[in-house]
């Protein structure tokens, strides 16, 4: 009887601690990876890259740079919100495929809006460096 009562809590003890949430996993209490946390690793440039060499000599950002930069957060954030309609158990196959669809569709619309949002800008920065002189 104790040999099977010890084999019991041991299955117990390792079936808990499999289930315990590991590092990469997405929980509602896991904030690690979420878009305000990399926004900001990403402007403190903690992603390893160097933002200062797109700065002008005045210390301004290009509006070129400034579109990437949008367009990466928007990845970011869409990127998070599929995950975590991949990890929700709840969610049919489908209803998770119609959601990523749905999800990938308002994306490459923000990505749109982007691109116009800043296309005049950069137009206009171009054209004043065109016409600066030296």
């Not at 709840?90 to 209803?95: H, I, L, M």
């Not at 116009?116 to 065109?130: C, L, P, Q, T, V």
Request: proline fraction near 2%.
């Amino acid at each position: 009887m104790k040999k099977i009562f010890t084999l019991l809590v041991a299955v117990g003890i390792i079936t808990f601690a499999q289930a315990q949430p590991g590092y990469g996993q997405h929980s509602g209490r896991d904030q690690r990876n979420s878009p305000s946390t990399v926004d900001k690793d990403y402007r403190n440039g903690k992603d390893g890259g160097d933002y200062g060499n797109d700065r002008n000599y005045n210390g301004i950002i290009s509006p070129e740079r400034q579109r990437d930069l949008a367009i990466d957060r928007i990845n970011r954030e869409y990127d998070f919100k599929i995950q975590n309609v991949r990890d929700n158990f709840f969610k049919s196959r489908s209803q998770k495929r119609r959601q990523i669809r749905l999800l990938n569709n308002e994306r490459q619309q923000e990505i749109k809006m982007t691109n116009a949002k800043f296309s005049h800008e950069i137009r206009r920065y171009n054209d004043h460096r065109s016409n600066r002189r030296y």
